[in-house]
């Protein structure tokens, strides 16, 4: 593909993406595109529909009627990795960021990773040998897992604060030492005896008519709680505020949202809790596969994200639930004061790494493998992880090269389209323009 063929391309697929966001809040596209401009894995970060526009396209010898259509993360690249506090009061490493979930290959989120470390190594400017070995390990320990959970009935694998070491284990000692009452004082004041939102940047007080939509919509989101998970105190879910919100990162950018903060686990001011209700946006995957079938299962966007999430991640936030507001799907989750992101900046060699992208490799079958038939969705009514050893029974080591391959190719041409893009930007042809 030309040059000039190969930017139309990227131009027409961001367009379609993000035509109406973009049209709705040009300033944060404007924001969005200037972050995608940075470098070639921030760009990386927020195309997934042109990712998804070239693999859809591709032949998959791995993905079968089974393998090829499994709940998967949609956008599995090296930063959406970091610590939570889950039902069960336990700290977790895992995946996170679920706004792109959809059903799909199992290759695509491995394939969707290979080429989000390529460009990572690219940029610590490690030799292409190392990369190429740091993407194996990942398939490797990718595999091995599989394994254990067809070795194993206990299918509740866990990267936690006994079992992990290094950079992860640091991320879970770190969201260990987080305060609730911390993350209450840098976004809420005390006022006549209760907490308020602050005012400040990104924040917005609502007129009288929106903020009754938004209570409104809040109540709703309550009834989507599962039973099991919601609490028995009467008063933890009072609403004591609601503003809307705005700055998010490069892929919520541009999605109306708003902040409710509710009384908590007692009426002591340290314990209140605040949530996110964000709407939902369309998954990048379903723009270019036969959406038929899957759509007729959700409500809406929301409900969809929430229902991928539960599926993908065993124990999740008690909070997580939807709820629609003007014929729109949003998600509804706590903004948690646990959660703390992988850091990669102190990360420069390949045997420090190389035993980061074993855990995460683990972790990556870990959502594929709690998605199937023993989860509370009927989508996928088979287990993950049989489907995935058949697929690539006798073939492992050809599969390993398949995907590093695809990685390192992919992260080549990633770079070129980052530098079309910034000139597309800068031009003007995206929608938004740079000034």
């Given amino acids: 593909m030309t040059s000039d063929a190969r930017l139309d391309l990227i131009v027409s697929t961001l367009s379609d993406a993000f035509a109406p966001l ?39 010898p791995y993905a079968d009627e089974h393998s090829g259509r499994i709940w998967v993360h949609g956008d599995l690249h090296v930063e959406n990795f970091g610590t939570y506090l889950n039902s069960d009061g336990r700290l977790v490493f895992d ?26 190594g690219w940029q610590k400017a490690l030799p292409e040998e190392d990369v190429s070995r740091l993407i194996g390990r990942y398939l490797r320990a990718y595999l091995s897992q599989i394994d254990e959970y ?95 919100k705005s700055g998010f990162g490069i892929g919520s950018a541009g999605l109306p949202a708003y902040n409710v903060l509710v009384e908590g686990y007692s009426q002591a001011l340290d314990n209140d809790v605040v949530l996110s209700m964000k709407q939902a946006n369309v998954p990048a995957i379903s723009r270019f596969v036969d ?30 639930g939807y709820t629609e507001l003007d014929g729109v799907g949003y998600v509804v989750a706590e903004v948690s004061p646990y959660e703390v992101d992988l850091n990669w900046s102190g990360l420069t060699e390949p045997e420090e ?17 709690a998605s199937d038939e023993d989860s509370d969705q009927d989508l996928v009514d088979f287990q993950v992880e049989d489907a995935i050893a058949e697929s690539v029974e006798g073939r492992r080591r050809e599969f390993v090269r398949w995907v590093t391959d695809f990685g390192m190719s992919y992260a080549n041409q990633v770079r070129e ?19």
């Fill in 22 to 60: 973009m049209e709705a809040d040009p300033a944060a596209f404007r924001g969005k595109f200037r972050t995608m401009s940075a470098d070639p894995h921030a760009f990386y970060r927020g195309s997934a529909c042109l990712f998804y526009a070239d693999v859809t396209e591709q032949d998959d």
């Fill in 95 to 120: 995946i996170n960021d679920f706004d792109e979930a959809y059903l799909g290959r199992f290759t695509w989120d491995l394939q969707r990773f290979a080429a989000s470390l390529a460009l990572v």
């Fill in 150 to 244: 067809r070795k194993s009935e206990e299918d509740d694998f866990a990267l936690h604060l006994d079992n992990t070491e290094g950079p992860i284990k640091e991320a879970l000692v770190m969201a260990r030492q987080q305060r609730r009452a911390d993350l209450l004082d840098e976004s809420t004041q005390e006022v006549d005896g209760i907490r308020l939102f602050r005012e400040g940047r990104g924040v917005r007080r609502l007129g009288k008519a929106e903020r009754a939509k938004v209570v409104k919509a809040f109540e709703a989101y309550l009834d989507t709680i599962p039973e099991r998970r919601r609490s028995d105190r009467d008063l933890f879910y009072d609403l004591r505020d609601v503003v809307g």
């Fill in 291 to 320: 959406t038929s079938a899957v759509e007729r299962y959700f409500e809406h966007e929301g409900h969809r994200t929430v229902v991928s999430q539960r599926a993908l991640q065993v124990h999740t936030d008690p909070m997580l």
């Fill in 353 to 369: 790494i190389s035993k980061v992208v074993d855990l995460l490799g683990r972790a990556t079958a870990k959502i594929h493998c």
């Fill in 417 to 435: 389209d980052h530098a079309l893009f910034v000139q597309a930007f800068r031009e003007g042809l995206v929608g938004v323009t740079s000034t």
